[in-house]
């Protein structure tokens, strides 16, 4: 393992304040999705815009509850730092940005062309045959 014992100990850190800084804002967010319930149309509309709003708000808080707490725990195992994809180091100066990363850089690119391939993929499906095939 590459990784310095100091500056693990700073990951962890920055783990924890993370970790903290979004379990404030997922219980600020539950408090949003218990608001009452306005009566008129335009802000009930306005409401339940906001309400799927803090439901995806929440939802997100929870993915990234989770990122950092696998890297907590990886860091337990002592496997902190490694790509889940291919093992290699992740590069510090990406760990010091997002210490919760899973993947390198370079899967991490993969991950997303390949998410946004998938995308591309379910458009053609729901168009259908109104779209051409590129090249
Ligand atoms: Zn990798």
Redesign the pocket.
């Known amino acids: 393992m590459g990784i310095k014992k100091n500056h693990l100990e700073r990951y962890r850190q920055a783990l924890l304040a993370k970790r903290r800084e979004v379990a404030d804002k997922a219980a600020l967010a539950a408090d949003i999705d218990v608001a009452p319930k306005a009566s008129e149309d335009m802000e009930q509309a306005l409401n339940s815009y906001e309400h799927e709003l803090a439901i995806s708000r929440k939802e997100g808080f929870w993915s990234q509850l989770r990122l950092v707490d696998e890297a907590l725990r990886r860091m337990e195992k002592g496997t902190y730092g490694l790509?889940?994809?291919?093992?290699?180091e992740?590069a510090p100066t990406r760990l010091q940005v997002v210490p919760w990363a899973r993947?390198?850089l370079?899967?991490?690119e993969d991950e997303e062309r390949r998410a946004a391939l998938d995308k591309r993929d379910e458009s053609y499906w729901l168009q259908g045959e109104l779209v051409e095939m590129e090249g």
Request: negative net charge.
């Open positions: 790509c889940l994809e291919c093992g290699e992740i993947l390198c370079l899967c991490q």
